[in-house]
């Protein structure tokens, strides 16, 4: 079974400065697709940026970017440029890209942005 | 826009006593889940349908039940909700299958929840 792994229960940044969120997963499959999801106050769960598995490339949108390292089976989230708004719990998210369709999700990371 | 909502975005039942929950989307999706989130923790499955077909997770307690009338639409029911039910429940959708955009493969859209609070 796929696990994932956030070790920052809370992480803090100083707004305009770029902040690190750590994900690794465990698994045996070559082909996935892995997820950051952002949880506002709100509660209502946002698609950050997703990265396919056979991708070398590292995704980006805009302030967010992942380091995505295959072989270290880790995914972490750069956000540059922080702004207030971007305060919510993070949750790392994996997907097998065969017939299991549900998300694994890691125990998220509570990034709170100073002023 | 195309979303999921959520209704109500607040419910309180009182322990013991039948609640259902609904979600609805516009987005055409053929695969809707069920999470419950309790308070810090992440999002866990409690079921999911793919078109018509009903996939519930092993340790999904027999007291939640789920029912999909049509695409559109899907509900949670709890028959008997207990002290250790209250929490934020996540509808979410996806598209899967033959025609899923390549760059949308595995998404999952998130509704608003409903808080639900047992009393």
């Known amino acids: 079974a796929q696990t994932v792994t956030q070790s920052q229960p809370e992480m803090s940044v100083q707004e305009a400065e770029t902040v690190t969120l750590s994900c690794t997963y465990d698994?045996?499959?070559?082909?996935?697709?892995l997820f950051w999801y952002k949880q506002p106050p709100s509660r209502q769960m946002i698609l950050v940026i997703r990265?396919?598995?056979?991708?070398?490339q590292n995704a980006t949108e805009n302030r967010f970017s992942v380091n995505f390292q295959k072989a270290a089976k880790s995914f972490s989230l750069k956000i540059s440029d922080s702004q207030l708004g971007d305060a919510a719990m993070y949750f790392c998210?994996?997907?097998?890209?065969?017939?299991?369709?549900?998300?694994?999700f890691g125990s998220g990371t509570q990034l709170t942005v100073l002023p | 826009d195309a979303m999921v909502i959520q209704n109500p975005r607040y419910q309180v039942t009182q322990f013991g006593k039948p609640v259902t929950l609904s979600c609805s989307q516009t987005?055409?999706?053929?695969?809707m889940y069920w999470y419950q989130q309790k308070s810090s923790q992440a999002p866990k499955l409690l079921f999911h349908?793919?078109?018509?077909?009903?996939?519930n997770e092993a340790d999904t307690p027999d007291n939640f039940q789920s029912r999909r009338p049509n695409t559109s639409f899907c509900f949670l029911d709890i028959r008997s909700p207990g002290l250790g039910d209250a929490a934020m429940y996540l509808c979410?959708?996806?598209?899967?299958?033959?025609?899923?955009?390549?760059?949308?493969?595995?998404?999952?859209?998130f509704g608003p929840g409903t808080r639900l609070t047992v009393l």
């Open positions: 698994t045996s499959e070559s082909d996935y697709y």
């Open positions: 349908y793919y078109d018509k077909d009903f996939n």
């Open positions: 987005l055409n999706h053929n695969v």
């Open positions: 990265q396919e598995a056979y991708k070398q």
């Open positions: 998210a994996y997907r097998s890209s065969r017939s299991a369709r549900q998300l694994t």
């Open positions: 979410a959708t996806s598209r899967s299958g033959q025609g899923t955009p390549s760059g949308r493969a595995g998404e999952q859209f």
